[in-house]
């Protein structure tokens, strides 16, 4: 091994080669001009013509190392041999011509007129042909010592296509050997000296080996196009990649991941709902409030609103020890301008003496509890957890919230919580439940919860997943045609949550009018139009990107509802949000539940939890046409 690295040049030091490149320029400055009078005096023996000096060899000689020196000749890359390179030889050749006449006519040296000049030429044509046969040389040293190439075909014989063979060609790794094009008219010919083919000829030369992989250069196909191409030549016995243009990569765009970002706000099929109220402000100002999951999507937002409320102190509670890291990096620096301080502790909703140990230490006013799990499938598949998080821990919070006689504690909850038909909506309908009985049990803690659509952008939701769906050039995959789902944006679930802490009186619900719920298939449409792509259908079959219809998963829903008894409504002060005052369990059905599900728990039980849920729980578990889509 160790002699085939002594003989490849690839692994040669670069000052090795470049001393062997100005050896063989130096010599060739003799050698040429040796030649030139051989052509001039028309014989193959000058040296026997007697006024041909030595003298005038030698100070030719000399006077040709500091010019090449000077012009750099032997930095210009084997690889890298183009018109700039050949012109530098040119420019070399003619300061030799030059010095050659001066060094005749000052030293009174005989020289025919014309030997300077066919010297010149010489030269030129010379290191030109000796740098073409070091690069031969290179190659085929590479491939004696095992290091050969990867033979190559480029699918585009454009601009691109060129641009990348040149680059290629001075590559270690990989040979252009053909090029591929859809425009018959350039089959066949040769384009930077490689022969262009028609793609019916790839599956021939990728069998014979001829090829042992595929370029796609062809930076104006759009995404459904390049993945339609890519597509149908991935059934060649080859490797097929796409590659991006110079002009691209130096733009710094890519041609899969060059999406415009899209605003959840662009999404709503309807005017952002003004939630900037000065009540708001008013109710947490100068408070202690904590916020539970604050590292969250939805928990993070409320900690930036409520830096703009001037609370006395926001305590971040929150069991990732990355989220908690990131936002309380995020809070500070706002916070600092304010005057507000910022508390961090790093535990979970079912710790009861952490919970407890929090709100003793900080004196905390006002409890916001974000902390949930949220994702349907996952909790569908972890229903302990599930249960776990979401019940208990809501149980324990709102207990400890009571018994310390906190203010306010405001439950952030989902449309899914109504008549559930999965594992995650119904936990979140029995934190809800929770929520209702430490109400009727607490004197002086106003409880309150919020109940949401689908949140825009927030981790989980389809915006997000989408979103990477295009970026990779499709399919979008969507569960049903018919799904549809209530929307609305991060800052306004946020503001909703902090609104709800100020007009709530005691056992509320609140819940924002977010207008119509919106197909998902139309949801993902405009994200497809949002990012300047078309959609891929029968009626567009040159489309970008394709949407694909995969089936409802457990426990998913055509529709959601936002409450249980729309007879219940209250208008609040605020025309867009209403309030709710929905029946839950009598304190010992609420008492009862919460006994099983800590036995069910206790034995790792998931059926019990089940029917505990199907118990408890209206909606769970029933078989409907929008369960089953």
Same mark, same amino acid.
């Given at each position: 091994?160790?002699?085939?690295?002594?003989?490849?040049?690839?692994?040669?030091?670069?000052?090795?080669?470049?001393?062997?490149?100005?050896?063989?320029?130096? *010599?060739?400055?003799?050698?040429?001009?040796? %030649?030139?009078?051989?052509?001039?005096?028309?014989?193959?023996?000058?040296?026997?013509?007697?006024?041909?000096?030595?003298?005038?060899?030698?100070?030719?000689?000399?006077?040709?190392?500091?010019? =090449?020196?000077?012009?750099?000749?032997?930095?210009?890359?084997?690889?890298?041999?183009?018109?700039?390179?050949?012109?530098?030889?040119?420019?070399?050749?003619?300061?030799?011509?030059? $010095?050659?006449?001066?060094?005749?006519?000052?030293?009174?040296?005989?020289?025919?007129?014309?030997?300077?000049?066919?010297?010149?030429?010489?030269?030129?044509?010379?290191?030109?042909?000796?740098?073409?046969?070091?690069?031969?040389?290179?190659?085929?040293?590479?491939?004696?010592?095992?290091?050969?190439?990867?033979?190559?075909?480029?699918?585009?014989?454009?601009?691109a296509g060129l641009q990348l063979a040149t680059a290629l060609r001075q590559s270690r790794e990989m040979?252009?050997?053909?090029?591929?094009?859809?425009?018959? #008219?350039? +089959?066949?010919?040769?384009?930077?000296?490689?022969?262009?083919?028609?793609?019916?000829?790839?599956?021939?030369?990728?069998?014979?080996?001829? %090829?042992?992989?595929?370029?796609?250069?062809?930076?104006?196909?759009?995404?459904?196009?390049?993945? !339609?191409?890519?597509?149908?030549?991935? *059934?060649?016995?080859?490797?097929? &990649?796409?590659?991006?243009?110079?002009?691209?990569?130096?733009?710094?765009?890519?041609?899969?991941?060059?999406?415009? #970002?899209?605003?959840?706000?662009?999404?709503?099929?309807?005017?952002?709902?003004?939630?900037?109220?000065?009540?708001?402000?008013?109710?947490?100002?100068?408070?202690?409030?904590?916020?539970?999951?604050?590292?969250?999507? %939805?928990?993070?937002?409320?900690?930036?609103?409520?830096?703009?409320?001037?609370?006395?102190?926001?305590?971040?509670?929150?069991?990732?020890?990355?989220?908690?890291?990131? =936002?309380?990096?995020?809070?500070?620096?706002?916070?600092?301008?304010?005057?507000?301080?910022?508390? *961090?502790?790093?535990?979970?909703?079912?710790?009861?003496?952490?919970?407890? $140990?929090?709100?003793?230490?900080?004196?905390?006013?006002?409890?916001?509890? $974000?902390?949930?799990?949220?994702?349907?499938?996952?909790?569908?598949?972890?229903?302990?957890?599930?249960?776990?998080?979401?019940?208990?821990?809501?149980?324990?919070?709102?207990?400890?919230?009571?018994?310390?006689?906190?203010?306010?504690?405001?439950?952030?909850?989902?449309?899914?919580?109504?008549?559930?038909?999965?594992?995650?909506?119904? *936990?979140?309908?029995?934190?809800?439940?929770?929520?209702?009985?430490?109400?009727?049990?607490?004197?002086?803690?106003?409880?309150?919860?919020?109940?949401?659509?689908?949140?825009?952008?927030?981790?989980?939701?389809?915006?997000?997943?989408?979103?990477?769906?295009?970026?990779?050039?499709?399919?979008?995959?969507? !569960? +049903?045609?018919?799904?549809?789902?209530?929307?609305?944006? =991060?800052?306004?679930?946020?503001?909703?949550?902090?609104?709800?802490?100020?007009?709530?009186?005691?056992?509320?619900?609140?819940?924002?009018?977010?207008?119509?719920?919106?197909?998902?298939?139309?949801?993902?449409?405009?994200? =497809?139009?949002?990012?300047?792509?078309?959609?891929?259908?029968?009626?567009?079959?040159?489309?970008?990107?394709?949407?694909?219809?995969?089936?409802?998963?457990?426990?998913?829903?055509?529709?959601?509802?936002?409450?249980?008894?729309?007879?219940?409504?209250? &208008?609040?002060?605020?025309?867009? %949000?209403?309030?709710?005052?929905? #029946?839950?369990?009598?304190?010992?059905?609420?008492?009862?539940?919460?006994? &099983?599900?800590?036995?069910?728990?206790?034995?790792?039980?998931?059926?019990?939890?089940?029917?505990?849920?199907?118990?408890?729980?209206?909606?769970?578990?029933?078989?409907?046409?929008?369960?089953?889509?």
């Open positions: 091994m160790q002699a085939s690295k002594l003989v490849d040049p690839a692994t040669w030091p670069r000052s090795v080669k470049k001393a062997i490149v100005f050896a063989v320029d130096v *010599t060739l400055v003799p050698l040429s001009l040796f %030649i030139a009078y051989a052509l001039r005096l028309n014989t193959i023996e000058p040296h026997t013509y007697g006024q041909v000096s030595l003298l005038y060899f030698a100070l030719v000689s000399a006077a040709g190392v500091p010019i =090449i020196r000077l012009l750099r000749l032997n930095r210009l890359k084997l690889h890298a041999f183009d018109m700039h390179a050949i012109g530098r030889i040119a420019l070399s050749s003619a300061a030799l011509i030059l $010095a050659a006449v001066l060094i005749s006519y000052v030293a009174d040296l005989w020289a025919p007129r014309s030997v300077p000049f066919i010297f010149g030429v010489v030269f030129f044509t010379m290191a030109v042909f000796a740098r073409l046969v070091g690069l031969l040389l290179f190659d085929l040293m590479h491939r004696l010592t095992g290091r050969s190439r990867t033979p190559v075909a480029i699918y585009g014989a454009g601009a040979r252009p050997v053909a090029f591929v094009d859809d425009n018959p #008219a350039l +089959h066949g010919i040769i384009v930077g000296g490689t022969r262009v083919f028609s793609p019916d000829k790839l599956e021939e030369l990728a069998a014979s080996g001829r %090829i042992e992989r595929v370029l796609i250069a062809i930076p104006s196909l759009t995404a459904g196009q390049r993945e !339609t191409l890519k597509r149908r030549l991935d *059934t060649l016995p080859c490797l097929v &990649q796409t590659i991006p243009s110079y002009i691209d990569l130096i733009a710094g765009r890519n041609w899969v991941d060059d999406l415009k #970002a899209i605003s959840p706000d662009q999404l709503l099929d309807r005017a952002n709902v003004d939630l900037d109220i000065p009540e708001v402000a008013k109710a947490y100002a100068g408070r202690c409030v904590m916020v539970t999951g604050a590292g969250g999507s %939805i928990g993070s937002e409320l900690c930036r609103q409520l830096v703009d409320c001037d609370p006395r102190r926001i305590v971040l509670f929150e069991r990732s020890e990355l989220a908690l890291y990131e =936002i309380e990096r995020t809070l500070l620096p706002l916070a600092k301008e304010k005057g507000i301080e910022i508390a *961090t502790c790093l535990g979970s909703v079912i710790d009861r003496p952490t919970v407890d $140990a929090v709100i003793e230490r900080d004196d905390v006013d006002i409890i916001v509890h $974000a902390a949930a799990y949220k994702h349907v499938p996952l909790i569908e598949g972890n229903e302990l957890e599930g249960v776990r998080n979401n019940v208990i821990g809501t149980r324990i919070v709102a207990e400890a919230a009571r018994l310390a006689g906190i203010e306010r504690f405001i439950l952030v909850s989902t449309d899914k919580a109504v008549r559930p038909t999965n594992v995650m909506g119904a *936990t979140k309908r029995l934190a809800e439940i929770v929520a209702h009985d430490a109400q009727r049990n607490s004197s002086g803690t106003r409880f309150a919860m919020v109940r949401f659509g689908n949140v825009l952008g927030s981790s989980g939701s389809v915006v997000p997943l989408f979103h990477e769906q295009i970026r990779r050039g499709g399919p979008v995959t969507v !569960t +049903h045609p018919e799904v549809t789902r209530y929307f609305m944006t =991060i800052p306004e679930a946020a503001r909703l949550v902090l609104l709800a802490g100020a007009y709530s009186e005691g056992d509320d619900l609140f819940v924002l009018d977010m207008g119509a719920p919106v197909k998902i298939v139309e949801l993902a449409r405009r994200m =497809i139009k949002l990012a300047n792509m078309t959609v891929r259908d029968a009626d567009n079959p040159g489309g970008d990107i394709e949407i694909v219809f995969c089936g409802l998963r457990p426990g998913e829903k055509l529709y959601e509802e936002l409450l249980i008894d729309d007879d219940s409504l209250i &208008q609040t002060p605020h025309e867009k %949000i209403l309030r709710a005052c929905e #029946a839950g369990l009598s304190e010992i059905e609420v008492a009862a539940m919460l006994k &099983q599900v800590g036995e069910a728990l206790d034995k790792r039980d998931t059926h019990a939890v089940r029917k505990i849920l199907q118990r408890y729980v209206t909606g769970y578990g029933t078989v409907s046409s929008t369960a089953t889509g």
